[in-house]
Each structure stands twice: as C-alpha cells, then as structure tokens.
C-alpha cells in the first residue's frame, strides 16, 4: 500500500509540474535554503500577501536591476554572456 501511495504522489506531483510549468517561461527549482533564509523568505511573502515564489522572483529581479546600473556596457555584455537560456 505504502508503494501505490508513493506512485500516487509522483503522479500527482508530475501532473501539477506539468501543468504549472509553461514550456519556455518557468522553469523548476529544488534548493535547500538555510533555516533563517526560508523563514525570511516566507515571512515576507506572507507581509506581502504573496508566494514564495512572487517575493523570490521580486527579490532577484530587483537585485539584477540594481548590480545593472552600476555596471558599463562591456559588464553588462559580459554579465548577460555568463548564463543563456540553454545553461539555465
């Protein structure tokens, strides 16, 4: 019984990555986050009425403005060359 479970989650579990996963805008993450690190984390999507992944993508999309403002065109290039949609 404990097996027929274990293959009803993974379906489960593949159907939803299926289905909340478009081809070619999201992508999936499995990190393991320090303690203090996923309570911030929740803490704040909580604050702000939104997911994880909301304030995980907020945070990283302002962060990426912030270190491109202070970086010339000849960084820029080089921070935009550093990952491309293949490596992702």
């Not at 939803?16 to 805008?25: C, D």
Request: hydrophobic letters at 35%.
């Amino acid at each position: 019984m404990l097996e027929e479970k274990k293959k009803d989650n993974a379906k489960r579990q593949a159907e939803y990555r299926k289905r909340h996963i478009k081809e070619g805008s999201d992508q999936r993450l499995n990190v393991i986050l320090a303690l203090d690190v996923k309570l911030a984390l929740e803490r704040m999507a909580d604050f702000h009425g939104v997911s994880n992944k909301t304030i995980l993508e907020r945070v990283l999309l302002d962060a990426q403005r912030r270190l491109l403002e202070d970086l010339n065109d000849e960084q820029q290039t080089r921070y935009y060359g550093a990952t491309t949609p293949t490596t992702l």
